[in-house]
């Protein structure tokens, strides 16, 4: 017996031989592939040739300059007043989170008073 999902019942109801049709094996299935939905064009590498589209100008070698430069300071403060700030912030709140989790600690092993 083959059987069909009532929709208005949402329950499984007995159906002919003629409802019975899975998914695949449908005669109306067309052979050729449905065009992608969200294509977007795109270009081999072969078609682009040798110039490549950046968005901007390479700093790589200006960067490269600063970074390899030897005066003594460590990479990440090399790029001045802004890295400096970043590095204390972020040495402080680490400092302060772990002085923060010790005293969470040290309270947390005293007994309760009953």
């Keep these: 017996m083959y059987y069909r ?15 019975y049709s899975p ?5 109306g299935v067309p052979s050729a592939s449905s065009p ?4 977007s064009p795109t270009k081999l590498a072969s078609e682009t040739g040798s110039q490549v589209e950046y968005l901007g ?9 600063v970074f390899q430069r030897s005066d ?15 590095y204390r912030t972020t040495m402080g709140l680490t400092m302060g989170g772990v002085l ?5 600690l ?4 005293q007994p309760t008073d009953k």
């Design 23 to 27: 998914q695949g094996l449908r005669p």
């Design 100 to 104: 923060y989790c010790l005293v969470a």
């Design 57 to 65: 100008a390479n700093r790589v070698p200006e960067l490269q300059k």
């Design 72 to 86: 003594g300071v460590p990479v990440h403060l090399k790029k001045g007043l802004i890295d400096k700030l970043l």
């Design 5 to 19: 999902l009532n929709g208005v019942t949402q329950r499984l109801t007995g159906a002919s031989a003629a409802a």
């Design 36 to 39: 992608i939905i969200f294509a």
């Design 106 to 109: 040290y309270f947390a092993a």
